[in-house]
Protein backbone atom coordinates (compact mmCIF):
# COMPACT_ATOMS: atom_id res chain seq x y z
CA UNK A 1 0.00 0.00 0.00
CA UNK A 2 1.48 3.35 -0.36
CA UNK A 3 1.13 5.26 2.60
CA UNK A 4 1.92 8.65 1.18
CA UNK A 5 3.68 10.81 -1.82
CA UNK A 6 6.18 13.54 -1.62
CA UNK A 7 7.04 15.04 -4.65
CA UNK A 8 6.28 18.38 -6.52
CA UNK A 9 2.57 19.67 -7.16
CA UNK A 10 2.33 19.63 -10.76
CA UNK A 11 -1.25 20.21 -11.62
CA UNK A 12 -4.78 20.55 -10.11
CA UNK A 13 -8.04 20.05 -11.83
CA UNK A 14 -10.78 20.51 -9.72
CA UNK A 15 -10.40 17.71 -7.03
CA UNK A 16 -7.97 15.83 -9.15
CA UNK A 17 -4.25 16.82 -8.68
CA UNK A 18 -1.04 15.52 -10.33
CA UNK A 19 2.09 14.99 -7.96
CA UNK A 20 5.56 14.49 -9.68
CA UNK A 21 7.39 12.05 -7.60
CA UNK A 22 10.40 10.43 -8.82
CA UNK A 23 9.53 11.38 -12.47
CA UNK A 24 6.25 10.15 -12.31
CA UNK A 25 3.15 11.94 -12.44
CA UNK A 26 0.83 10.25 -10.17
CA UNK A 27 -2.95 11.15 -9.95
CA UNK A 28 -4.69 12.01 -6.90
CA UNK A 29 -8.10 12.42 -5.92
CA UNK A 30 -8.56 14.97 -3.33
CA UNK A 31 -11.28 16.80 -1.50
CA UNK A 32 -12.07 20.68 -3.00
CA UNK A 33 -11.26 21.62 0.84
CA UNK A 34 -7.99 20.54 0.48
CA UNK A 35 -7.05 21.90 -2.70
CA UNK A 36 -7.74 25.23 -1.29
CA UNK A 37 -5.04 24.97 1.24
CA UNK A 38 -2.48 23.69 -1.59
CA UNK A 39 1.09 25.52 -2.27
CA UNK A 40 1.49 26.72 -5.65
CA UNK A 41 2.23 24.72 -8.46
CA UNK A 42 5.98 23.64 -8.27
CA UNK A 43 6.17 23.69 -4.98
CA UNK A 44 6.37 20.50 -2.73
CA UNK A 45 3.93 18.53 -0.84
CA UNK A 46 3.20 15.22 0.81
CA UNK A 47 -0.12 13.71 0.64
CA UNK A 48 -1.24 10.81 2.68
CA UNK A 49 -3.23 8.86 0.61
CA UNK A 50 -5.47 5.25 0.39
CA UNK A 51 -5.15 2.93 -2.57
CA UNK A 52 -8.90 1.72 -4.00
CA UNK A 53 -8.68 -1.27 -6.41
CA UNK A 54 -11.94 -2.14 -8.52
CA UNK A 55 -12.16 -4.64 -11.40
CA UNK A 56 -11.60 -1.46 -14.10
CA UNK A 57 -8.99 0.65 -12.10
CA UNK A 58 -6.90 1.49 -8.89
CA UNK A 59 -7.60 5.29 -7.79
CA UNK A 60 -5.60 7.24 -4.98
CA UNK A 61 -7.73 9.26 -3.06
CA UNK A 62 -5.16 11.79 -0.79
CA UNK A 63 -5.82 13.80 2.38
CA UNK A 64 -2.86 16.82 3.95
CA UNK A 65 -2.94 14.82 7.45
CA UNK A 66 -3.18 11.18 8.34
CA UNK A 67 -5.85 12.02 10.81
CA UNK A 68 -7.82 13.20 7.69
CA UNK A 69 -6.88 10.09 5.66
CA UNK A 70 -8.47 8.36 8.72
CA UNK A 71 -11.80 10.34 8.45
CA UNK A 72 -11.93 9.15 5.16
CA UNK A 73 -11.79 5.86 6.28
CA UNK A 74 -13.91 5.83 8.80
CA UNK A 75 -16.77 6.71 6.13
CA UNK A 76 -16.21 4.24 3.94
CA UNK A 77 -17.15 2.36 6.88
CA UNK A 78 -20.71 3.96 7.00
CA UNK A 79 -23.25 2.13 5.28
CA UNK A 80 -24.19 3.32 1.79
CA UNK A 81 -21.21 5.63 1.40
CA UNK A 82 -18.50 5.18 -1.15
CA UNK A 83 -15.31 6.62 -1.90
CA UNK A 84 -17.10 9.26 -4.06
CA UNK A 85 -19.78 9.84 -1.64
CA UNK A 86 -17.05 9.98 1.59
CA UNK A 87 -14.86 12.49 -0.80
CA UNK A 88 -18.00 14.98 -1.50
CA UNK A 89 -18.84 15.17 2.30
CA UNK A 90 -14.92 15.66 2.90
CA UNK A 91 -15.22 18.51 -0.07
CA UNK A 92 -17.91 20.62 1.57
CA UNK A 93 -16.69 20.40 4.61
CA UNK A 94 -13.17 20.00 6.09
CA UNK A 95 -12.41 17.22 8.44
CA UNK A 96 -12.25 19.04 11.15
CA UNK A 97 -15.92 20.40 10.56
CA UNK A 98 -16.82 17.41 9.78
CA UNK A 99 -15.66 15.72 12.81
CA UNK A 100 -17.67 18.27 15.12
CA UNK A 101 -21.01 17.37 13.12
CA UNK A 102 -20.69 14.25 13.60
CA UNK A 103 -20.36 14.84 17.49
CA UNK A 104 -22.73 17.51 17.91
CA UNK A 105 -25.32 15.48 15.82
CA UNK A 106 -24.98 18.81 13.61
CA UNK A 107 -27.20 16.57 10.46
CA UNK A 108 -28.08 19.53 8.69
CA UNK A 109 -24.31 20.02 7.73
CA UNK A 110 -23.66 17.04 6.55
CA UNK A 111 -26.49 17.43 4.00
CA UNK A 112 -24.99 19.97 2.39
CA UNK A 113 -22.80 17.16 0.73
CA UNK A 114 -23.92 16.24 -3.02
CA UNK A 115 -26.45 12.99 -2.40
CA UNK A 116 -26.50 13.16 1.19
CA UNK A 117 -29.95 13.77 2.59
CA UNK A 118 -31.25 13.77 6.34
CA UNK A 119 -31.48 9.71 6.41
CA UNK A 120 -27.95 9.15 5.16
CA UNK A 121 -26.82 11.92 7.66
CA UNK A 122 -28.56 10.35 10.70
CA UNK A 123 -26.65 6.90 9.82
CA UNK A 124 -23.09 8.69 9.55
CA UNK A 125 -23.43 10.71 12.58
CA UNK A 126 -24.99 7.02 14.19
CA UNK A 127 -21.85 5.08 13.16
CA UNK A 128 -19.14 7.56 13.57
CA UNK A 129 -20.26 9.09 17.33
CA UNK A 130 -18.68 6.83 19.06
CA UNK A 131 -15.37 6.36 16.77
CA UNK A 132 -14.65 10.38 16.83
CA UNK A 133 -14.35 12.67 19.32
CA UNK A 134 -13.09 16.46 19.06
CA UNK A 135 -9.72 15.83 20.73
CA UNK A 136 -8.80 14.84 17.39
CA UNK A 137 -9.41 18.44 15.56
CA UNK A 138 -5.83 19.54 14.01
CA UNK A 139 -5.87 22.70 15.26
CA UNK A 140 -6.73 21.01 18.96
CA UNK A 141 -3.08 19.79 19.17
CA UNK A 142 -0.74 22.33 17.23
CA UNK A 143 1.32 22.85 20.17
CA UNK A 144 5.27 23.90 20.06
CA UNK A 145 7.68 20.85 20.34
CA UNK A 146 7.95 21.18 23.93
CA UNK A 147 4.83 21.49 25.14
CA UNK A 148 3.61 19.29 28.26
CA UNK A 149 1.36 17.04 27.64
CA UNK A 150 -0.66 18.46 30.10
CA UNK A 151 -0.78 21.96 28.55
CA UNK A 152 -2.32 20.30 25.15
CA UNK A 153 -5.11 18.60 27.50
CA UNK A 154 -6.08 21.78 28.96
CA UNK A 155 -5.88 23.78 25.44
CA UNK A 156 -8.10 21.14 24.21
CA UNK A 157 -10.51 21.70 26.73
CA UNK A 158 -10.50 25.40 26.55
CA UNK A 159 -11.36 25.27 22.96
CA UNK A 160 -13.86 22.65 23.14
CA UNK A 161 -15.67 24.72 25.84
CA UNK A 162 -15.44 27.84 23.50
CA UNK A 163 -17.05 25.63 20.71
CA UNK A 164 -20.22 24.82 23.30
CA UNK A 165 -20.46 27.89 24.16
CA UNK A 166 -20.93 29.38 20.64
CA UNK A 167 -23.55 26.75 19.93
CA UNK A 168 -25.44 27.06 22.92
CA UNK A 169 -25.39 30.82 21.55
CA UNK A 170 -26.96 30.17 18.54
CA UNK A 171 -24.36 29.29 16.02
CA UNK A 172 -24.15 26.09 14.28
CA UNK A 173 -21.71 23.90 15.37
CA UNK A 174 -19.54 23.83 12.22
CA UNK A 175 -19.29 27.28 12.25
CA UNK A 176 -18.34 27.55 15.89
CA UNK A 177 -15.32 25.43 15.78
CA UNK A 178 -14.40 27.59 12.02
CA UNK A 179 -14.62 30.31 14.17
CA UNK A 180 -12.37 29.28 16.98
CA UNK A 181 -9.59 27.65 14.68
CA UNK A 182 -9.29 31.17 12.92
CA UNK A 183 -8.94 32.60 16.50
CA UNK A 184 -4.75 33.11 16.96
CA UNK A 185 -2.21 31.71 19.53
CA UNK A 186 -5.70 29.99 21.19
CA UNK A 187 -3.21 27.43 22.52
CA UNK A 188 -2.04 30.36 25.17
CA UNK A 189 -5.72 31.06 25.64
CA UNK A 190 -8.91 30.02 28.49
CA UNK A 191 -12.24 28.86 26.82
CA UNK A 192 -13.51 32.83 27.78
CA UNK A 193 -10.91 34.61 26.13
CA UNK A 194 -11.02 31.99 22.94
CA UNK A 195 -14.87 32.79 23.09
CA UNK A 196 -14.72 36.36 22.90
CA UNK A 197 -11.84 36.17 19.99
CA UNK A 198 -14.14 33.87 17.92
CA UNK A 199 -17.06 36.30 18.58
CA UNK A 200 -14.97 39.40 17.66
CA UNK A 201 -14.49 36.99 14.03
CA UNK A 202 -18.35 36.29 13.19
CA UNK A 203 -18.70 40.63 12.76
CA UNK A 204 -15.96 40.97 10.52
Known sequence: ???????????????????????????????LSLVEGLPSVGEEVTIYTCLRVTDDALTLYGFGSRNDLEMFRQLLNVSGIGPKGALGLLSVLTP????????????????????????????IILDLKDRVSLDELSY??????????????QSAQAQREAIEALVQLGYAPTEAARAVRKVENSSAMDAEAILKAALKGFHF
Open 1 to 31: MISYIRGTLAETQGSLIVVEAGSVGVNINVP
Open 96 to 123: DELRVAVVTGDAKALTRAPGVGAKTAQR
Open 140 to 153: MSEQSGGAAASSTS
